[in-house]
């Protein structure tokens, strides 16, 4: 599978921003400072170095120097860092490598601007629309023998959680807020052939810019909808964008191989330290969540970097386990650290430059993917001989075949098809009116003939249906492979091509050239006290003085340094036993309800069905019932004896069969209401013979008729609107149905 094996680090680069509006205004009248007015932040382009200027120090005290594989000072465009940095990432992507380009930095430095820019205007346009600009480009650009597939896929991961942006079940108008619908989140597996990966995640093949850009799109709503606060939520969550690019190419060995190349385009979530203290209960573990994931990538890289460490804590988190390959593995890797000058972020601007400083070390083992046994290219392939040798049989079939189109289905000329369809049919429709015509035939003859061309008719029509399914299915199959220089038109002409090639070369240059002011700084350094020669002592003592001053100088900074990393240390350590803590106060809390108030035997039946799972990290119940069995054994719904959802006269029944009012549709037999009548009182001296011949223990004539009434009644059926039944009407309907049963039951 590997082909070139090499070791390279992470590419670290660093863009800052310019001030914004507040920033500037807050700085006016601020006496000019590095980065411009207001600013903290010096970057020496051509050497690759950020100096970092304390704001709230003393006065003497020395600036912090770090030095990377480029730097982007505010003035710098998109496309400088695009050219320089990204375009030969991209060309390792489509030669087969992985590759992987995060944003990190404090929210508002602009990561999303440098990953994604502003679409509209060509100019400020970052790096994913520039990627796939440069993608399909160099697809059209390649030669005729190579196909392509291009899949894209979007993911977030807020809370731990992984969310399919691109899941068609996410676009529909009837989900009102997709983050509340837990079931979307998705999990990761592993497998030997492509590392990590996410289960069931939407991957959709793209044709053109133009696809792809839609894609991004709707991920993109589909964020914005989930969110309340949409800065809140993106300041918060990571976003991936994913694009695989697989290239089927002929080899020295004359068959076709299969490069595939991953593209991870990552816009991390705000650096900035979450407050974690003075939170409770939920706050306090979203708190920990959202950045778990960071935290987590800061020790990977720190292990990493460290190369002492044999165990790096990939499984950690889901964002880390994600880019465990981009991280010491099977990639190409440029880190994109954002700062802004503002002097109110010194804090958070230092820990990015030192994050950054510490990710240069990693070093990865990028290769060639080739002939992967998941390649979705050689299926592709596959599918779309087996359909090619499907039409060409059928082809042959054909009785009426052109001889020189024995070499098998060419897939093309539609209209030659149509006209070879229409001449089939009008022969036969041409024979049925010759038999029709034909006075020599017999009737019955005739009739059979008649038939027997009929159904002719009907099996070349099938034949031909089908044909065009296969046809269709081929054509949109291969429509999805790209071939190079066929598929997509390069508009670009040969002054803007050479226009290109000279920006890249630029480019390339400038890197070069940065890469040798660099070595040529370490070795100066380490040379300088070999190339002296002292012509008397006291130039030498000058000499030595000058350089102990230097590396006096250099020793404070180191010690400074040391100072501050144990401070952030200290820092992070009292944050973490705060919140722990305050985490086990909550503990405390739920025990205290569970030993006071939950029966100890239903404790045992929760605490029994409860098991860990690893891979989620968290607790789960185990199914009451086993899940293969829930369904054979989940109860079915009673019906009545004779099979109806509830209980109807047979009355009704009839009626319903008979197709009658609607009012017999669903009739309840009986509807029994609370007899309200007054109770009936009676003196116990009173004497039947003074009660009078007409006494009865019910009342009859003081009590309304229609209570009376009321107490056995047919109800009324579910479909009519509820009105007051007269006395006289409910007894006529009683003694209706009671007549009219027998009768319509006959
Ligand atoms: P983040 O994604 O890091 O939170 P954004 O990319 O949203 O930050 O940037 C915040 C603001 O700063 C945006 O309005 C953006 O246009 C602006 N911005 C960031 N970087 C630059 C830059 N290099 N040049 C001009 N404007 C920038
Ligand atoms: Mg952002």
Redesign the pocket.
């Known amino acids: 599978m590997s082909k070139v094996k090499s070791s390279e680090t992470v590419k670290v680069v660093i863009?800052c921003?310019?001030l914004?509006r507040k920033e500037e205004a807050a700085a006016a009248g601020v006496t000019r400072t590095p980065g411009g007015v207001g600013g903290i932040v010096e970057m020496d382009m051509r050497l690759g170095q950020v100096v970092l200027w304390n704001p709230h120090g003393p006065p003497g005290e020395p600036r912090k120097t770090f030095t990377f594989d480029s730097v982007y000072d505010?003035s710098s465009k998109q496309r400088d860092l695009y050219d320089e940095t990204v375009r030969p990432l991209i060309d390792s992507v489509l030669d087969g490598f992985n590759g992987t380009i995060f944003a990190y930095?404090q929210?508002?430095?602009?990561?999303?601007?440098?990953m994604q820019g502003v679409w509209l205007e060509p100019e400020r346009r970052g790096v994913i629309p520039n990627a796939f600009e440069h993608v399909f480009t160099q697809i059209s650009r390649s030669s005729a023998d190579r196909q392509y597939l291009v899949r894209a896929s979007y993911l977030e991961i807020y809370r731990e959680e992984i969310r399919d942006l691109l899941d068609p079940n996410m676009h529909a108008p009837h989900v009102p807020n997709v983050h509340t619908h837990t079931h979307h989140t998705l999990e990761l597996r592993e497998s030997p052939e492509s590392g990590v990966y996410v289960r069931d995640l939407t991957s959709c093949v793209c044709k053109s810019v133009k696809e792809i850009q839609e894609l991004m799109n709707l991920g993109n709503q589909v964020r914005s909808v989930g969110a309340t606060d949409m800065n809140e939520h993106?300041?918060r969550s990571h976003t991936l964008f994913l694009i695989t690019v697989e290239c089927s190419l002929p080899g020295p060995d004359g068959r076709q191989h299969i490069r595939v190349g991953r593209l991870n385009l990552v816009?991390l979530a705000?650096s900035e330290r979450q407050a974690k203290t003075g939170v409770h209960g939920e706050r306090l573990k979203e708190a920990a969540k959202i950045n778990l994931s960071l935290s987590a990538l800061g020790n990977v890289i720190s292990a990493l970097a460290d190369g002492r460490s044999g165990h790096v804590p990939y499984r950690d988190s889901k964002l880390t386990r994600l880019l465990q390959d981009s991280l010491g593995g099977n990639a190409k890797t440029v880190m994109v650290a954002?700062l802004g000058p503002a002097p109110q972020h010194y804090e958070e601007t230092l820990t990015t430059l030192r994050y950054a400083n510490r990710a240069k070390n990693i070093q990865n083992q990028p290769r060639v993917n080739e002939d992967p046994k998941d390649a979705l290219l050689r299926e592709f392939q596959k599918e779309i001989a087996w359909l090619r040798a499907q039409l060409s049989h059928r082809e042959g079939r054909g009785k009426h075949r052109k001889e020189e189109g024995e070499e098998g289905w060419d897939g093309e000329g539609d209209e030659e098809v149509e006209k070879e369809r229409t001449l089939q049919e009008g022969r036969l429709e041409e024979e049925k009116e010759a038999i029709r015509e034909d006075g020599s035939l017999l009737a019955e003859e005739k009739q059979r003939l008649l038939g027997e061309k009929e159904r002719m008719m009907g099996d070349l029509k099938k034949e031909w249906d089908a044909t065009e399914q296969l046809t269709a299915k081929y054509k949109a199959m291969e429509s999805k492979l790209l071939v190079g220089g066929k598929n997509i038109m390069d508009h670009t002409n040969e002054q803007q091509k050479t226009l290109e090639i000279r920006r890249q070369e630029i480019a390339e240059q400038s890197r070069r050239e940065r890469e040798i002011q660099q070595q040529v700084m370490v070795q100066d350094e380490e040379t300088l006290e070999l190339k002296e020669t002292f012509s008397s002592l006291q130039q030498e003592v000058e000499a030595k003085t000058k350089k102990l001053k230097k590396l006096y100088a250099k020793l404070q900074c180191v010690k400074a340094e040391i100072q501050d990393v144990n401070d952030e240390h200290v820092r992070s350590r009292q944050e973490l036993e705060q919140t722990q803590n305050q985490l086990t106060r909550e503990l405390k809390f739920k025990f205290l309800i569970i030993e006071n108030f939950i029966p100890l035997e239903e404790k045992n039946k929760i605490m029994n069905r409860l098991t860990f799972d690893p891979e989620e990290d968290q607790w789960k119940f185990t199914p009451l019932v086993p899940a293969e069995s829930q369904f054979s054994q989940m109860k079915k719904r009673p019906a009545s004896a004779v099979g109806y959802k509830r209980p109807i006269s047979q009355y009704a029944r009839v009626s319903l069969a008979m197709g009658a009012h609607s009012r017999y549709r669903a009739e309840n037999i009986m509807f029994l209401e609370l007899d309200m009548t007054h109770p009936t009182t009676v003196s116990l001296d009173h004497r039947p013979s003074e009660v009078g011949p007409n006494y009865s223990p019910y009342p009859t004539d003081n009590v309304p008729h229609r209570e009376r009434a009321a107490r056995v009644r047919m109800s009324r059926s579910w479909c009519q609107t509820p009105r007051a039944i007269t006395s006289s009407t409910s007894t006529v309907s009683l003694a209706t149905h009671s007549t009219a049963t027998p009768t319509a039951a006959q």
Do not use: L, Q, W
């Open positions: 863009r921003r310019p914004n505010p930095g929210t508002g430095t602009g990561k999303t601007y440098t993106s300041s816009d705000g954002t």
